[in-house]
């Protein structure tokens, strides 16, 4: 169980980014995906420009069935990353679904 480790290392280092975001990958792996959104929203206030925090974040929203939520932070990674392809399809894909092709 790797949980405990992640808890103790946020513990020591309560402003080390990675480590929400290892965590909220550890949390997605087991469907718990509310709580991978709130480690990703704690690793994307202390480093804004994590891209891995954002698509993270959208894969959740899209599992919990929040487009307009998953198309918000895709459009950020986009912003952080814009050479990601598969970003950039889930944007288009999720604009269609939800009739918002072309607005940003």
């Known amino acids: ?12 280092s309560p402003r080390f980014a990675e480590a929400y975001n290892q965590r909220a990958i ?3 792996t087991r469907g718990e995906y509310a709580r991978a959104v709130a480690d990703c ?26 487009l307009r939520a998953a198309l918000r932070v895709y459009r950020r990674a986009n ?3 814009p050479n990601l392809e598969t970003v ?3 944007i288009q894909s999720l604009e269609r ?3 918002e092709e072309g607005k940003r």
């Open 1 to 12: 169980r790797l949980r405990p480790g992640f808890d103790a290392l946020i513990r020591k």
């Open 26 to 28: 550890f949390h997605y």
């Open 41 to 66: 929203e704690k690793a994307l206030r202390l480093n804004p420009c994590h891209f891995g925090a954002a698509s993270g974040m959208g894969q959740c929203f899209m599992k919990l069935k929040k």
């Open 79 to 81: 912003r952080i990353n």
């Open 88 to 90: 950039r399809e889930a």
């Open 97 to 99: 679904m939800l009739g």
